[in-house]
């Protein structure tokens, strides 16, 4: 396989998965376009190793060993063994994934860390469902959204403690958005983000979930948890003024995009029950025209 052709193998993956914001977009400078999809591609195939509800539990766990194994192959440029593990759509697809991450990661200097907290991520996501405190939550989005932030900016050129501190702060508030956003996906499917500590300081019970009725309690909790991403994109917002050209543009309309979402979520008194909000092509022009006042 080319390296050309992994790399389109990638842009093929990115465009045609479900994600809320934008993968790899026309919005990023040209060089990063690959590197990123390559990222893009090792992630969401780890997370659907891990999502594979209907594999046993060892037997996912072996997946996801492989895929660090092939990982540690990648940076050496070497190419791992035959797949015996690896469902079988996805072992066809791996070869491309690995060779344009390989080559991503050895271009950009891009630590392997990164992609091992994502995987630890990824992993914990089969066995924990529920969380005690909001520093459980925020310690799985370290491992499960901040690396992307600081992977994207160490593509773009970027190695700076204070952009990496004001991505993290972005990603783990997109992450939370989208727990936010999912609740009612999430508890369909036996998993609940929202920190027991807060919805039981609001009397709020998991049995309304299960009647999908977001009580008065269950709004007050939740509005609590905007309140506390809608710090977190406050505090992040630095890393959309610390980068330039069209990463800048980038970064600002995935701010954008995310605290709009936030707006959404309020708007509708919190009931994803009803109705789940999301971003279509109308909300384009407003997120545009607001990214073209922002102030730094």
Request: charged share 20%.
């Given at each position: 396989m080319t390296l050309d052709a992994a790399y389109a193998a990638c842009a093929h993956l990115a465009?045609?998965?479900y994600e809320n914001f934008p993968v790899a977009s026309h919005l990023l400078p040209r060089r990063m376009r690959p590197h990123v999809a390559a990222v893009y591609a090792f992630a969401r195939l780890?997370?659907?190793?891990?999502?594979?509800?209907?594999?046993?539990?060892d037997l996912r766990n072996a997946r996801l060993d492989e895929w660090l194994t092939r990982l540690d192959a990648a940076?050496?440029?070497?190419?791992?063994?035959?797949?015996?593990?690896?469902?079988?759509?996805?072992?066809?697809?791996?070869?491309?994934?690995?060779?344009?991450?390989?080559?991503?990661?050895?271009?950009?200097?891009?630590?392997?860390?990164?992609?091992?907290?994502?995987?630890?991520?990824?992993?914990?996501d089969t066995t924990v469902t529920r969380y005690a405190t909001w520093s459980d939550l925020l310690d799985y989005c370290r491992r499960s959204a901040n690396p992307v932030g600081r992977l994207v900016l160490r593509i773009g050129g970027w190695r700076?403690?204070?952009?990496?501190?004001?991505?993290?702060?972005?990603?783990?508030?997109?992450?939370l958005t989208n727990f936010w956003q999912d609740l009612?996906?999430?508890?369909?499917?036996?998993?609940?983000?929202?920190?027991?500590?807060?919805?039981?300081?609001?009397?709020?019970?998991?049995?309304?979930?299960?009647?999908?009725?977001?009580?008065?309690?269950?709004?007050?909790?939740?509005?609590?948890?905007?309140g506390r991403t809608r710090d977190l994109f406050t505090r992040g917002r630095a890393v959309c003024d610390g980068v330039s050209g069209r990463l800048r543009w980038e970064l600002r309309l995935t701010?954008?995009?995310?605290?709009?979402?936030?707006?959404?979520?309020?708007?509708?008194?919190?009931?994803?029950?009803?109705?789940?909000?999301?971003?279509?092509?109308?909300?384009?022009?407003?997120?545009?025209w607001r990214a073209m006042e922002w102030r730094a």
């Open positions: 465009r045609t998965h780890a997370d659907d190793i891990a999502d594979e509800g209907a594999a046993p539990l940076v050496q440029g070497a190419a791992p063994a035959s797949s015996t593990v690896l469902e079988p759509a996805m072992a066809k697809v791996a070869p491309a994934v690995f060779t344009a991450l390989g080559a991503t990661m050895r271009d950009c200097a891009l630590p392997s860390a990164l992609f091992e907290d994502l995987v630890s991520a990824f992993r914990q700076d403690a204070e952009l990496d501190e004001a991505s993290d702060a972005v990603c783990s508030a997109l992450q009612a996906v999430d508890w369909t499917g036996g998993r609940l983000y929202v920190p027991a500590q807060e919805y039981q300081r609001t009397g709020a019970v998991t049995a309304s979930l299960d009647q999908r009725q977001i009580t008065p309690a269950w709004r007050d909790a939740l509005s609590a948890c905007a701010w954008l995009g995310g605290t709009r979402i936030l707006d959404r979520l309020d708007q509708g008194g919190y009931d994803v029950f009803a109705e789940r909000p999301t971003l279509g092509a109308s909300d384009l022009p407003p997120l545009l």
